[in-house]
């Protein structure tokens, strides 16, 4: 199963909070499955949607939707006596919601027949198409005005498309449908996902600095051999030559470290000076060489 239909099954085992919930919903799938033809058409994988659909048409209508196979105009005159708005213009139906439950009954029956949300772990991103563009302008407002949703609008293969991107605002959505679950999984993938990538920042900055200490103590190893081929460690004054000394006999050290290994211990920014002192005398041998 996947994450779409794990928010699907969630949604479609809801109970109602008021006696106008149930109608509110089918309100929503009976809206959205309707084709530009104005047949109501729900074509849906999810069984529990199916299931759901098929209840709530019994219960508030007084029909089946196998009806419509046989008589769709039977099927469209029992919709249209138990919701005679929609009826007329899609873009006008929407005042009949007053309730805070029943508008977020209405948008769950919009998204279990229309909407898809993806697997989080890959993507954040939940969509609701609308086979009319001027209710889906509608339906974008409505959710803007009435349940403080905001979605953006696409076009796409003639379709309208409500899309969200932003994890919060799905979170918000799924919350406000009663996908609490959903919602709730998209919160711990998300500090899942937050832990990880301060894990991966970390071993990417240790894995840096070590890539440092190692150029920086190959440097020095290169700088102490020239001063000791050339003109002998001896001529370094006595803190240099020690610096030089320490280095030779710990190649593959850090500076944390090499500083850690002297008695007194030396601060870091003590012995970083020294190899900068020796690194200049080697330079001005390069530079006469």
């Known amino acids: 199963m996947s994450f779409a239909g794990d928010v699907k099954n969630e949604l479609c085992e809801l109970k109602f909070h008021c006696p106008h919930c149930a109608g509110a919903q089918l309100y929503g799938m009976l809206l959205f499955s309707r084709t530009v033809r104005g047949d109501f058409v729900l074509q849906t994988e999810h069984a ?43 873009a006008q139906i929407f005042d009949e919601l007053r309730d805070t439950c029943c508008r977020c009954a209405f ?39 009435n349940v403080g949703i905001q979605m953006k609008s696409i076009t796409r293969k003639n379709l309208s498309v409500l899309y969200q991107k932003d994890s919060e605002d799905i979170e918000d959505f799924l919350t406000l449908m009663g996908a609490t679950k959903a919602s709730l999984a998209i919160m711990n993938i998300k500090i899942v996902k937050d832990v990880r990538n301060k894990a991966n920042r ?14 920086a103590s190959i440097r020095q190893m290169e700088d102490i051999q020239l001063i000791a081929e050339t003109r002998g460690l001896d001529t370094l004054p006595e803190a240099l030559q020690f610096a030089a000394q320490l280095r030779i006999k710990n190649p593959d050290a850090s500076l944390r470290e090499l500083c850690e290994s002297t008695e007194p211990v030396i601060s870091r920014s003590g012995m970083n000076h020294r190899f900068k002192k020796i690194h200049e005398v080697a330079e001005q041998i390069r530079k006469m060489q």
């Open 107 to 145: 948008v769950r029956g919009t998204f279990l027949v229309s909407g898809m949300v993806t697997n989080p772990e890959k993507e954040y991103h939940l969509e609701i198409v609308v086979s009319d563009a001027n209710l889906c302008t509608a339906y974008r407002i409505f959710l803007s005005e």
């Open 48 to 90: 529990a949607v199916a299931a759901s659909y098929e209840e709530l048409l019994l219960k508030e209508c007084g029909v089946s939707s196998s009806l419509q196979e046989r008589s769709p105009q039977d099927f469209q005159e029992a919709v249209f006596r138990r919701f005679p708005e929609m009826n007329g213009a899609p």
């Open 202 to 215: 970390v071993t990417n900055c240790d894995t840096a600095n070590i890539a440092k200490s190692v150029e």
